[in-house]
Structure formats: structure tokens, C-alpha cells
């Protein structure tokens, strides 16, 4: 498995890269709590593999030497920053790669990955092309630094998440619209913080849809 540098530390980082000759978008890819980055790998990684994009996974659990993580870990202001500062060293690595227009990112989070993906894409200095967030929100930290120039963004989330609240989703809808900042809101009936495989598809379909159009 490739892997790159984080403040010292060796970062595993699964990838599908594009195979088709010259430079091509790519999609970063941030797992959730659990670290389930094999699971949400191979599920996208055949839709974007059509669309000859390239898929990046970093394990940014490998910046804290963490398995998973609980509320207390994430909200103890050191592994949330952490893990940005490994997430930045991968956007690096990626616009780095041979086969990618540094110009073409995009990123796509699963619940505390959506968090991480919202809160780094509200950067001023960050470049992306748009923003994939599944079953997250935006830390409250974040939403004062969101601009009109913050990338477009696709919001999914199940109506009876009791894990993450759907009026986070709701909220964050409502912040873009007044921002005037593109964005596409997809709420699951029925569906909570996890999805079952025909909700997955309908994910996994609007995001490829999404993308392709942003990226």
C-alpha cells in the first residue's frame, strides 16, 4: 500500500488511479469514526473507475495512532486538528500523483469525514473543485469561515440519523443557500446514520452524477 509523511508519521493511503493517458480529477476520500475506509473504497471506487477518476483514501487515523474514534477523542482539540494536518499532507500527495490535475479535487467525507472535509474546504486558501459530505455537518467552529467561493456540495443524510441529527443537514442547506454557494441536498426517508445497499446505490449514483458535473 502507498503511503506519505504527517508530522512524522507514516499515512497508509489506498488508491485507484486513473489509467487513461494525461492528467485527470480526483476525489479524496475520509472515512468515518470507525476507520471503514476499505468499505466505502470498494463502493465507489468502480462508479469514479468508469469516469476515469482517480480515488484517494487516506488513513488519517495514522497521524494519532488511532483505531477509532469516540466523541470525547474527536472533541479534545488535539485529534480533530491532527487529522486535518494529515488530511492536508494528502491533498499534497495527491495533486503530487502523475496522473492528476492538481486543479480538479474534489473531497467526499462519511460522517466524522464530513465533518473533517467541510471544516478543511472552509479554508480560504483551500482549492476544490466540490464537496461530497455523507451523515455529517459543519463544526460549529467552521461556519463562520464559510464564503460564497466554498465549493460545490453535495449533502446526504437519512431523516432518522440519531447519530448525527438530520437538522445538521437541514442547517447546513440553509447556510449555503444564504451564501448563494451551489449545492444539491439528498435526504433518505426512513434511512439513519448507515445506509442499506439500495440506498448506497442511490448514493453512490447522484454522487458520481455530482461530481461529474462539478468536477
Same mark, same amino acid.
Given at each position: 500500500m502507498a503511503s506519505y509523511s504527517s508530522g512524522g508519521m507514516p499515512i497508509r493511503i489506498d488508491q485507484?488511479?486513473?489509467t487513461a493517458a494525461g492528467r485527470h480529477p480526483a476525489i479524496l476520500l475520509l472515512h468515518g469514526s470507525g476507520g471503514n475506509v476499505s468499505f466505502w473504497f470498494?463502493?465507489?471506487?468502480?462508479?469514479?473507475?468508469?469516469?476515469?477518476?482517480?480515488?484517494?483514501?487516506?488513513?488519517?487515523?495514522?497521524?494519532?495512532?488511532?483505531?477509532?474514534?469516540?466523541?470525547?477523542?474527536?472533541?479534545?482539540?488535539?485529534?480533530?486538528?491532527?487529522w486535518q494536518s494529515a488530511i492536508g499532507?494528502?491533498?499534497?500527495?495527491?495533486?503530487?500523483?502523475?496522473f492528476v490535475d492538481p486543479d480538479r479535487i474534489a473531497l467526499l467525507g462519511i460522517s466524522l469525514g464530513g465533518f473533517l472535509a467541510l471544516s478543511y474546504a472552509a479554508n480560504a486558501e483551500a482549492r476544490f473543485r466540490a464537496v461530497?459530505?455523507?451523515?455529517?455537518?459543519?463544526?460549529?467552529?467552521?461556519?463562520?469561515?464559510v464564503r460564497p467561493n466554498f465549493p460545490p456540495t453535495l449533502i446526504v443524510h437519512g431523516n432518522q440519523d440519531?447519530?448525527?441529527p438530520v437538522s445538521? %443537514?437541514?442547517? !447546513?442547506?440553509?447556510?449555503?443557500?444564504?451564501?448563494?454557494? #451551489?449545492h /444539491? %441536498?439528498?435526504? !433518505?426517508?426512513?434511512?439513519?446514520?448507515?445506509?442499506?445497499? #439500495?440506498? /448506497?446505490?442511490q448514493i453512490l449514483t447522484a454522487t458520481a452524477g455530482f461530481l461529474a458535473t462539478h468536477l
Amino acid at each position: 500500500m502507498a503511503s506519505y509523511s504527517s508530522g512524522g508519521m507514516p499515512i497508509r493511503i489506498d488508491q485507484q488511479e486513473p489509467t487513461a493517458a494525461g492528467r485527470h480529477p480526483a476525489i479524496l476520500l475520509l472515512h468515518g469514526s470507525g476507520g471503514n475506509v476499505s468499505f466505502w473504497f470498494s463502493r465507489i471506487a468502480p462508479q469514479l473507475a468508469r469516469l476515469n477518476l482517480g480515488l484517494y483514501a487516506a488513513h488519517y487515523f495514522d497521524r494519532t495512532s488511532t483505531a477509532r474514534a469516540d466523541l470525547k477523542t474527536i472533541l479534545d482539540g488535539y485529534h480533530f486538528p491532527a487529522w486535518q494536518s494529515a488530511i492536508g499532507d494528502a491533498i499534497a500527495y495527491v495533486r503530487s500523483r502523475p496522473f492528476v490535475d492538481p486543479d480538479r479535487i474534489a473531497l467526499l467525507g462519511i460522517s466524522l469525514g464530513g465533518f473533517l472535509a467541510l471544516s478543511y474546504a472552509a479554508n480560504a486558501e483551500a482549492r476544490f473543485r466540490a464537496v461530497v459530505e455523507i451523515s455529517a455537518g459543519t463544526p460549529e467552529d467552521s461556519i463562520a469561515a464559510v464564503r460564497p467561493n466554498f465549493p460545490p456540495t453535495l449533502i446526504v443524510h437519512g431523516n432518522q440519523d440519531t447519530v448525527v441529527p438530520v437538522s445538521m %443537514a437541514y442547517q !447546513l442547506k440553509e447556510l449555503f443557500a444564504r451564501q448563494h454557494i #451551489p449545492h /444539491q %441536498a439528498m435526504i !433518505l426517508p426512513g434511512h439513519g446514520h448507515w445506509f442499506d445497499p #439500495p440506498a /448506497q446505490l442511490q448514493i453512490l449514483t447522484a454522487t458520481a452524477g455530482f461530481l461529474a458535473t462539478h468536477l
